[in-house]
């Protein structure tokens, strides 16, 4: 089993920025992979950025150049530092364990509770 405890959401200008936490407990190593989705009202939940566990990133085109994904092994943490925000940045943002094949993600049935952002114009 694994435990995902996302962190660090808010309330937020147009052009902020805000960095997300998302701690892993459990069974990590069974961890290959760790992803970012945001889901907005009304919409379905998007992929923003994934990292493996080589530290390979991947970014949504949407949030390419002001996303930054990373990861510290020691502390069992994934981080999404979001610069640049925009207020169509709005969502609920979970994070899921996952697994990377042939550079695409997939998700395993393992999700934070989540944590709003919200970027007023």
């Known amino acids: 089993q694994v435990q995902l405890v996302e962190s660090g959401g808010g309330l937020v200008q147009a052009g902020g920025s805000l960095r997300l936490s998302c701690a892993a407990s459990?069974?990590?190593?069974?961890?290959?992979?760790i992803g970012w989705y945001r889901q907005a009202p009304g919409k379905q939940r998007e992929l923003v950025a994934t990292i493996s566990s080589r530290g390979r990133t991947n970014y949504a085109d949407s949030v390419k150049g002001r996303f930054t994904i990373s990861r510290d092994n020691a502390k069992n943490t994934v981080y999404l530092q979001m610069n640049s925000l925009k207020p169509e940045d709005t969502a609920v943002y979970y994070c899921?364990?996952?697994?990377?094949?042939?550079?695409?993600?997939?998700?395993?049935?393992?999700w934070g509770q989540g944590t709003q952002v919200t970027v007023s114009s």
């Open positions: 899921n364990a996952g697994y990377t094949f042939s550079g695409t993600y997939y998700t395993y049935d393992y």
């Open positions: 459990g069974t990590t190593d069974s961890i290959n992979a």
